[in-house]
């Protein structure tokens, strides 16, 4: 069974950092593209940064682009979000969102992890 876990999420003051983990199991986790999404209540969950784990490439949101690195370590099953100089309008629950390459229209999503910036 796919399994999306995520942890490290917290309070933090402006200025700060964080470091996201995403543990995922039951499926082929170097065959995927694995994301970091973000929900503002009310909102839309919108991408924050994404990462193929077969090639390595990335991409980022304008808001995360010199500020956040995601990386995957392929040995552990782990996709990470380094989150640095946090500004309080980042404060949004942060999911975990997985896709294998071989069946696209299938997406995972972990239970989420709350980040919130403080002033």
């Known amino acids: 069974q796919v399994q999306l876990v995520e942890s490290g999420g917290g309070l933090v003051q402006s200025g700060g950092s964080l470091r996201l983990s995403c543990a995922a199991s039951?499926?082929?986790?170097?065959?995927?593209?694995m994301s970091w999404y973000r929900q503002f209540p009310g909102k839309e969950r919108e991408l924050v940064a994404a990462?193929?784990?077969?090639?390595?490439?990335?991409n980022y949101a304008d808001s995360a682009k010199g500020r956040f690195t995601i990386s995957a370590d392929n040995v552990k099953n782990t996709v990470h979000l380094q989150m640095n100089s946090l500004m309080p309008e980042d404060t949004a629950v942060y999911y975990c969102?997985?896709?294998?390459?071989?069946?696209?229209?299938?997406?995972?999503w972990g239970q989420g992890t709350q980040v919130t910036v403080s002033s």
């Open positions: 969102k997985a896709i294998d390459i071989l069946r696209t229209s299938v997406s995972y």
């Open positions: 039951g499926f082929t986790f170097s065959r995927s593209v």
């Open positions: 990462i193929s784990t077969t090639g390595g490439g990335t």
